[in-house]
């Protein structure tokens, strides 16, 4: 058994504004073991981009960490310096951003961006860098010559690419990627995506990947956390995830998109809106959209609950819990 | 196009025109083409070469490709923000490149309205999302007084699921959410009495839980105002959902037309092939063929003649690279512009 790479413990992240605070990432605990996959899905507004700049130290005002820690091999990055944050940056963990489009530096060539990345994180050689440029590239499948272009002389998918190649200058133990195939269509995201899969078993590094595509990630992501409202609505393999979806969330998630084999079927989303986390509803966060909900559930706050392997935020399974009164 | 036929029809008569033999609108090798570069450059991008397609009557046509592909081309022609380069365009029978006055153009654009891709640029923010609902029945339809425009603006709001619409229509911009603003947008369409409305990605900005909502409206508005929908999307899992054809473009070219569910259940053209099997479907395992796609979708700048997929094909024959393949009838309603596909025996 492997021991985490990474363990997030009790995080909570808050926007500080005028009119009070607005918790973005509610006790969240997450742990990725080395080399691992792992998932997280949610809307727009769930937190999920909140939560994976928190644990790559990347939030500015006015957003805080107010309480919990990241444990990223064996140092806590909530209390490190920013000098010591640094020597850990890129080398250890590197981020990949969500729109290619607007993270490549448009006025400089691709290779001076992936040089800036290397000069400001180790004491490379110009010619090792040069060399080391054209590997990565390589590396995800983007011919060397791409090296002197500039961002608007590449495809939205090889921007990506690139995106990507300068994420694994060091290869790093650990890769977060805040949705990445976003901008690209059905055909572009599914080669990019396996693509990821083979860098990862080739170099194994872990990687959190954010996304609101929950089909997206099935067929290559280990586990599968969904999150509502700032918090962990479930957490499963992702096999198990799909099979048999425990949370009413996750059930609406996975019946909200169309098919393209089998019978059509009538969809029928998840009527409602998520909640304004600046006002969240008392009581669980998704009982205003829950078909499944009871009276209790408008009161009470439903823990996280191991259901068979699952973790799940939900009232309907607190009965399934040992030990506890019905 | 003959003086007797300009200005707006009769209703009934095109409607008995119509019904003999026109479909609602027909494209004849539509072509737009962007000259590229400085004033002496011969570069000339062919964002649409050739399309001829139709949509009849209560039809929702589903327009499939990738980025690039000049899928939001047709749709800015066929909406006339595009002069195209050659072909025509014709509504109800008649060229709309006979549209000339205002009142006629007005009368084509009150027909035909565009939903846009960004619910969250598309509304103007300073003003209550009623605005642009109110601002349409004045420019379409001045003949409603002011409490008959309050009443059919709420009406719309209502058929789109903006309820209550009292409430909703004296919202701004910023108090909705995507889902509730994409539906602001189908209720200003609505409001000048269309009868096709071009969608171009509605829900591609879309969260997911919200999708389905939209795609239903798009359904229950066929059958609720009888309007054709042409649904603009690359989500082909979509497109099947809620059209009952499909167009497939690729690179320009209308590569492959037919039923929904004949398309999908038999691809003939290899690029639909592909873009059947990109799509992620949880339910299914992972097909064992599953290595990084080759390429991407060309620029198609001063073409050569030839099939534009040959580069990707992993069926390409010598033929591909010196002739441009047409469409060809290779089942009941069913073409595909691919020299290697078969024809269903019969």
Known sequence: M???????????VDYVTNSGDVRAVDHVDLSVEAGEFLAIVGESGCGKSTLLFAIAQLLSPPAEISSGSVIFKGKDMVQLSPSELRHMRWRDYSVVMQSAMNALNPMKSIEAQ?????????????????????????????????????????????????????????????????????ALDVV??????IQ?????????????????DMSLVSHYSARLAVMYGGQIAEAASTSLLFEKPLHPYSVGLLDAFPSIHGPRRVLTGIPGSPPDLARPPAGCRFQPRCPQAMPKCATRQPDLYSVGGSMVRCLLYEAAQPGRPE | MTAETRGPIDPQAAASVADAVEPLLRTVGLTRHFHLGGILSKQTLHAVDDVSVSIAEREIVALVGESGSGK???????????????????????????????KDLLWYRGQVPMVFQDPYSSINPVFRVSHGVMRNLQLHRPNLGSAERREEAARVFEVVGLTPSVDMLRKF?????????????????????????????????????????????????????????LYITHDIASARYVADRIIVMYAGHVVETGPADVVLARPKHPYTQLLLSAVPDPREPISVSASPTVGEPPKVVNPTEGC???????????????????????????????????ADPA
């Open chain 2, 173 to 229: 911009p910023y108090e909705m959410s995507g889902g509730q603003r994409q539906r602001v947008g189908f209720a200003q369409a609505l409001a000048v009495q269309p009868r096709l409305i071009l969608a171009d990605e509605p829900v591609s900005m879309l969260d997911v839980s919200i999708r389905a909502g939209i795609l239903n409206l798009m359904v229950d508005l066929r059958e609720v105002e009888s309007v054709s929908i």
């Open chain 1, 2 to 12: 492997p021991s985490p790479i990474l363990e997030v413990r009790d995080l909570c």
């Open chain 2, 308 to 342: 534009r997929f040959r580069w990707r094909c992993p069926v390409a024959v010598d033929e591909c690279s010196r002739v441009t393949p047409r469409l060809r009838t290779l089942g009941s309603a069913h073409s595909a512009a691919c020299h290697v596909a078969t």
């Open chain 1, 196 to 212: 990821i899969k083979e860098l990862q078993d080739r170099l194994g590094f872990a990687v959190i990947f954010v996304t609101h």
């Open chain 1, 188 to 193: 572009a995201q599914r080669s990019l995506m």
């Open chain 2, 72 to 102: 939001s081309t047709v749709a800015r022609l066929l909406a006339m923000a595009y002069k195209p380069t050659r072909g025509e365009i014709y509504y109800r029978g008649r060229s709309v490149h006979s549209f000339r006055s205002r």
């Open chain 1, 114 to 182: 992936f040089k800036d990345a290397m000069a400001a994180h180790s004491d490379m050689s110009v010619e090792a860098m040069h060399k080391r440029s054209a590997e990565v590239l390589k590396l995800v499948g983007v011919d060397a010559v791409h090296l002197r272009s500039y961002p608007h002389q590449l495809s939205g998918g090889m921007r990506q690419r690139a995106m990507i190649a300068m994420a694994l200058l060091f290869t790093p133990d650990l890769v977060i990627m805040d949705e990445p195939t976003s």
